[in-house]
T-cell receptor, first 112, second 111 residues
C-alpha cells in the first residue's frame, strides 16, 4: 500500500531548462510535504517543504506546488543545472507527526 | 555544525550472522530515526526515538531487529540473525521537528 507515489523512476532534461518532478499521495490526512535530494553514497538532504495551508513555496531555483484536491505535488527546478542530477524523494507527514512516508524516488539527470 | 554520523559505511555478512550499526545524531536533536532503504525504494521508517524512549517501532521486525538509545544520544541498531532480504542501506536521521537530517547510511550486504 503505497501512500506516496512517484510514478516516474527517471527524468532527463537539458541544462538551463525546467525540471518538473511529480508526486501523488493517497492519504488525505497528510498535511506536510517535503522534498529530499540524494546523491550516490550520501544520505538524503532536505530541499524544500510545503504545508497544506499553502499551494506554493519557493526557495531560489526550487518551487513546490501543492494541489490538495488532486492530492498531487510537484517540484520545479528552474533553471536546471548539472549539479542537480540526483535522486529526488517526495515525503509526507500527517497531523504534526514527525513520521515521514517516502515515495520511491525519481532519478533526475541534467545534461550539459 | 557536525552532521549525523554513522558507522560502519559498509558491511558484508553471511545470512544468520549478526550485525550492529551505530549512529550519533546532530547535537541537541532529541528525535532519532532508523530507516531501511532497499534498492529502488524510498526510505522506510523502522523505529523512532524521542530522547531515549521509543515513539514508533510498528515497522520494526522485532523477531530479529532491535535498537536502543540508552543515554538519549547515540543509538545502535542490531540485526540477529540476518536474512538475505535485509540487504539494504540503513539510514539514521535526527530532528528537532519535522525536517529530518540524514546520515550517509550503512550499506549492508547479506550473502
Amino acid at each position: 500500500d503505497q501512500q506516496v507515489k512517484q510514478n516516474s523512476p527517471s527524468l532527463s532534461v537539458q541544462e538551463g531548462r525546467i525540471s518538473i518532478l511529480n508526486c501523488d499521495y493517497t492519504n488525505s490526512m497528510f498535511d506536510y510535504f517535503l522534498w529530499y535530494k540524494k546523491y550516490p553514497a550520501e544520505g538524503p538532504t532536505f530541499l524544500i517543504s510545503i504545508s497544506s495551508i499553502k499551494d506554493k513555496n519557493e526557495d531560489g531555483r526550487f518551487t513546490v506546488f501543492l494541489n490538495k484536491s488532486a492530492k498531487h505535488l510537484s517540484l520545479h527546478i528552474v533553471p536546471s543545472q548539472p549539479g542537480d542530477s540526483a535522486v529526488y524523494f517526495c515525503a509526507a507527514s500527517a497531523g504534526g507527526s514527525e513520521k515521514l512516508v517516502f515515495g520511491k524516488g525519481t532519478k533526475l539527470t541534467v545534461n550539459p | 555544525e557536525a552532521g549525523v554520523a554513522q558507522s560502519p559505511r559498509y558491511k558484508i555478512i553471511e545470512k544468520r550472522q549478526s550485525v550492529a550499526f551505530w549512529c550519533n545524531p546532530i547535537s541537541g536533536h532529541a528525535t532519532l530515526y532508523w530507516y531501511q532503504q532497499i534498492l529502488g525504494q524510498g526510505p522506510k521508517l523502522l523505529i523512532q526515538f524521542q530522547n531515549n524512549g521509543v515513539v514508533d517501532d510498528s515497522q520494526l521486525p522485532k523477531d530479529r531487529f532491535s535498537a536502543e538509545r540508552l543515554k538519549g544520544v547515540d543509538s545502535t541498531l542490531k540485526i540477529q540473525p540476518a536474512k538475505l532480504e535485509d540487504s539494504a542501506v540503513y539510514l539514521c536521521a535526527s530532528s528537532t521537528g519535522v525536517d529530518q537530517y540524514f546520515g550517509a547510511g550503512t550499506r549492508l550486504s547479506v550473502l
